[in-house]
């Protein structure tokens, strides 16, 4: 049982390049999130899907696209990269997105830096 | 305003103290209230959830929830150099009434170091 897997670890893009981060689990979640991760900011929602097919903004969506076409997959698009998304970003699964706010799993994160 | 304010730290601290880590919030419909612990380079993970107010005890740690008051902590007893960690206090609100989708807002996190 591997939990939430996100790669690449570590990323350096240039700006303007496009990326995708890639996030999967196999708990059979229905809901999974993606967040950013900034000194002094805490974690920030970027988008969120409550099952395949359905996705929605968070906070944070500017620049960054979402699809969920498989309940295990749930991958993050950088448009045109830009040195304001240097960041960790990691991506979250729960059992439920129906009013329990508990049980939240996370990747280890990815390491984005753009130059 | 931030939504959720929890002091940085950094905090340092002998190793068999009791620890106490604080978070204020300022919106009332959060419902649920959760501690994360994240270690250097790690995603982070889940240490307690409640949902009322009121005490919640698991091992050395209890989550405490007053919401009269918007504010909620989280005890360590007899703290150890492996509680060396970011904690996160997070709070889950409303993002759709249709799909019952939660999102969580975190606090910035307060570095905790236990010394030997």
């Known amino acids: 049982n591997a939990g939430v897997t996100q790669t690449p670890k570590f990323q350096v893009l240039k700006t303007g390049q496009s990326m995708t981060l890639q996030c999967a689990q196999d708990?059979?979640?229905?809901?999974m999130s993606w967040y950013r991760q900034d000194p002094g900011m805490g974690l920030r929602l970027i988008h969120y899907?409550?099952?395949?097919?359905?996705?929605d903004q968070g906070e944070v969506p500017n620049g960054y696209n979402v699809s969920r076409s498989t309940t295990e997959d749930f991958p993050l698009r950088l448009l045109s990269a830009a040195p304001s998304q240097t960041s960790v970003y990691f991506c979250a699964s729960s059992y439920s997105p129906r009013g329990q706010g508990g049980g939240y799993t996370f990747g280890s994160g990815t390491r984005l830096t753009v130059v | 305003q931030k939504e959720v304010e929890q002091d940085p730290g950094p905090l340092s601290v002998p190793e068999g103290a009791i620890v106490s880590l604080n978070c204020t919030y300022s919106?009332?419909?959060?419902?649920?209230f959760m501690w994360y612990r994240q270690y250097s380079r790690k995603g982070p993970e889940l240490l307690m959830y409640?949902?009322?107010?009121g005490n919640k005890e698991d091992g050395r740690f209890t989550a405490q929830v007053d919401k009269s008051s918007k504010y909620i902590s989280l005890f360590i007893r007899d703290s150890q150099p492996s509680d060396s960690a970011t904690y996160l206090c997070?709070?889950?609100?409303?993002?759709?009434?249709?799909?019952?989708?939660?999102?969580?807002?975190f606090g910035q996190g307060t570095r905790l170091t236990i010394n030997p």
């Open positions: 409640t949902y009322s107010s």
């Open positions: 997070a709070m889950s609100a409303l993002l759709s009434w249709i799909q019952g989708a939660q999102k969580l807002v």
């Open positions: 899907s409550v099952g395949a097919g359905i996705t």
């Open positions: 919106n009332s419909a959060f419902q649920y």
């Open positions: 708990m059979n979640h229905e809901y």
